[in-house]
């Protein structure tokens, strides 16, 4: 699983070869679903979370498979 600093928890299912995507509310703990789960076509290994090198085109959070 990876946890962004906005409160973005992806978490990712072997056995089900799928992403599941939450929004955590830090106040409380309360995990809300995001979207719907993303399914994929092999096993997950890793899930990360990172921001693009500055003068990219996209300035938001980018999710890793």
Known sequence: MALADTGLLVVATV????????????ATGKLTRAKEDLHIS??????????????CNRKTSTVLV
Do not use: E
């Not at 056995?15 to 830090?26: A, E, T, V």
């Not at 290994?45 to 003068?55: K, M, S, T």
């Open 42 to 55: 092999a096993n997950p290994a890793f899930v990360g979370i990172f921001d693009l090198a500055d003068g």
């Open 15 to 26: 056995d089900g070869r799928s992403l599941s995507f939450f929004n955590l509310d830090f």
